[in-house]
């Protein structure tokens, strides 16, 4: 089975500091990880992914994660936060041999001014 | 993304009746997914469909149809809406081949339908 978790319901953070969102996931075979993120009524849009490779992978918006699999985590990472990065943030993750996609649950991103 | 279009983008129902949630793409994507989401529960797959007349149920899909006749469209039906059916519903398409491994696995979301059963 695949599954993913986020532990943080909401992460607040002040412009211009870094921001780390947390995603820890469970595979059985080798993970391929996924980040996308939500604007207000709006449909999820995808950020970066994981596939193979270099553990720090580099996406949209200035966004980056980090594949760490003795953790077992694939945090999301911003070295300084703007206020329109405000926005509700998914972690995914798809095992060897399965067809689709496992989200989490969404983080709350608040970026004050 | 223009692309991937849902209809209607909300819609007020009562228990007992049948609705159906339109979804099309205009990529030719193979791939075709139906989620909901609520809150506590984030995304949770319904059905999902590799290709034309092939179908496959997620982790939630009871109480829901879908069907996938042509490429580009792929209806889900709520046989017979009950509260607990109360959710926005994202349609999703891919043009990865999942079972083949590695591929580009983006998935492009439309913009959702909020569907509120009374």
């Known amino acids: 089975a695949q599954s993913v978790a986020q532990p943080e319901d909401q992460v607040n953070v002040a412009e211009g500091n870094p921001l780390t969102v947390k995603c820890t996931y469970s595979?059985?075979?080798?993970?391929?990880l996924f980040w996308y993120v939500q604007y207000p009524n709006r449909g999820l849009q995808f950020l970066l992914k994981y596939i193979t490779g270099d553990n720090l992978v580099k996406g949209s918006y200035g966004f980056e994660a980090e594949f760490n699999k003795s953790q077992t985590s694939f945090h999301l990472k911003k070295p300084s936060a703007l206020v329109s990065d405000s926005a509700l943030y998914f972690c995914?993750?798809?095992?060897?041999?399965?067809?689709?996609?496992?989200f989490g649950k969404g983080t709350m991103l608040l970026v004050s001014p | 993304d223009a692309g991937i279009t849902q209809s209607p983008r909300y819609k007020i129902t009562e228990t007992g009746r049948q609705v159906t949630l339109m979804c099309h793409q205009t990529w030719s994507h193979s791939y075709m997914f139906w989620y909901r989401q609520d809150l506590g529960h984030g995304l949770r797959l319904i059905y999902y469909?590799?290709?034309?007349?092939?179908?496959d149920k997620g982790e939630v899909p009871d109480g829901y149809v879908v069907s996938r006749s042509k490429t580009e469209n792929f209806p889900l039906t709520l046989e017979s809406a009950t509260r607990s059916q109360t959710s926005v519903y994202f349609c999703?398409?891919?043009?990865?081949?999942f079972g083949r491994g590695q591929g580009n696995e983006k998935l492009f979301f439309g913009s959702g339908t909020q569907l509120s059963v009374l």
């Open positions: 469909s590799a290709a034309a007349d092939i179908t």
């Open positions: 595979v059985s075979g080798n993970p391929y």
């Open positions: 999703a398409s891919s043009e990865s081949r």
């Open positions: 995914a993750v798809r095992d060897t041999g399965y067809s689709t996609l496992t």
